[in-house]
């Protein structure tokens, strides 16, 4: 039975390569990243929201793999459905496919994928990592709680860890064939392709489809059911469904809810604890985001009252049609907080800005982000204010369509966010 599963997972072994279908031809951006890993000893830990690459990115990296190496040293497993654990993985692949000891086999890779699934994962990897230097391990799965206390203690020092982020805007356009550099910015063309990303934002496979019902319904019955009634019960072994879809239909209903859990637990009549906890774990499976207060006058975030975001547009797109189709200023902060990597937000008293977004390598100078789907005078005025209240020395408010220049803040259309941000580090990538 298990030699079965392997040869299945692995049809390389037999034909020398990866099916197109596994690795299509488009890569998204990461994709060197995880390349550059692949000679490092440390176990690369590949995480993110479901239906975004990261089975894709590990066939694409096995095709790269197999242009030097023999295919049967290259090993892929999914853990996804019910299954043994690693060690018996590691041990069918080592007595059946190599046939020799692994201190004996050379370079080995292997790829799991979906490893929260498998029992104890991290010790059982840490037991094959420090007695095999040859073996060279990427794994992957769709919860931020593969990072959990555990892992961190266990794995210190023998791991790479990189989230692979929602589909890009840029990304998106390449998969449409849209030539970026001649792409005119300005021009409504780049408005209707914005709009549909907004709709399909975050997923590959999707970029093509015009039916927008079975948009929504991919989206809703991959990603959002899947990691709500499958991923938080299986893997966290809580299941109450009911105030998991309760907690995740305010946030994808009001982007940038406040996080008063007195107020939510009020209103859903449960205990401040047992919602805390769930808000912890619906954040933990990468459906959401969350923002701190910043404080300026100690360049540090207040631990009370988060923001809380979708991890990406078409989520409410799936879970609340009017919603996305109404909120078009909501849409365009939750894309902006997503694009930014954003982690802080500012509030005193009735003072507020949407992102505060860090410097340069590290530095605390600061530029804080304002969004509205359309800017007039007051807004530039009231939001210049603030950026100087900050003691910010410019800002940039991000608009549906608007391009212009007022004093210390720029105002710039949200389609040409990312290209400006190619300029600037994101605040949320992670390699440790």
């Known amino acids: 039975m298990m030699i079965e599963r392997l040869e299945r997972f692995n049809e390389w072994w037999f034909t020398g390569k990866v099916r197109d279908e596994l690795a299509p031809p488009f890569k998204r951006h990461v994709f060197q990243r995880i390349l550059s890993a692949i000679k490092d000893r440390q176990i690369m830990i590949i995480t993110g929201l479901r239906r975004t690459g990261k089975t894709t990115l590990m066939y694409q990296t096995i095709e790269r793999l197999l242009e030097s190496e023999s295919p049967k040293k290259v090993l892929y497993y999914s853990f996804e459905d019910p299954s043994p654990g690693p060690e018996e993985v590691l041990g069918a692949y080592e007595r059946e496919i190599l046939k020799k000891p692994f201190e004996d086999a050379g370079r080995v890779y292997v790829f799991f994928d979906e490893i929260q699934y498998a029992s104890r994962w991290a010790a059982k990897l840490k037991q094959f990592y420090d007695l095999y230097p040859n073996i060279k391990f990427f794994v992957s799965g769709s919860s931020s709680l593969l990072l959990s206390e555990e892992t961190l203690e266990r794995l210190a020092g023998r791991f790479f860890f990189l989230e692979i982020k929602p589909l890009t805007f840029l990304e998106f356009l390449e998969m449409k064939g849209a030539i970026i550099e001649k792409l005119d910015l300005g021009h409504l063309r780049a408005e209707i392709l914005f709009a549909e ?22 989206i809703r019955n991959a990603v959002i059911d899947r990691a709500i009634m499958r991923d938080i019960p299986m893997v966290f072994g809580r299941g109450d469904l009911a105030l998991s879809e309760s907690l995740l239909g305010l946030i994808l209903s009001s982007p940038g809810l406040i996080l008063n859990v007195n107020i939510i637990s009020e209103s859903l009549g449960r205990s401040r604890i047992t919602v805390s906890n769930y808000l912890k774990l619906i954040e933990a499976s990468l459906l959401v985001r969350t923002l701190s207060n910043f404080r300026p006058s100690s360049l540090s975030s207040s631990r009370k009252l988060k923001k809380a975001y979708p991890a990406t547009t078409s989520l409410v797109f799936a879970f609340n049609r009017e919603t996305f189709k109404s909120n078009t200023g909501g849409m365009i902060e939750t894309y902006a907080v997503n694009a930014l990597g954003a982690k802080h937000y500012f509030r005193e008293g009735n003072r507020e800005i949407d992102i505060i977004f860090g410097g340069k390598n590290g530095k605390r100078q600061i530029i804080p982000i304002e969004v509205k789907a359309t800017v007039g005078e007051r807004d530039l005025k009231k939001f210049s204010s603030l950026v100087d209240y900050i003691g910010a020395k410019s800002g940039m408010m991000i608009s549906q369509n608007q391009s212009l220049k007022y004093g210390m803040v720029e105002v710039i259309p949200a389609y040409q966010l990312e290209t400006i941000l190619q300029r600037w580090p994101t605040e949320g990538e992670g390699t440790r």
């Open 197 to 218: 990303y907004m709709m399909k934002s975050g997923f590959p496979e999707i970029t093509s489809w015009e039916d927008e019902r079975k948009v929504s319904g991919y």
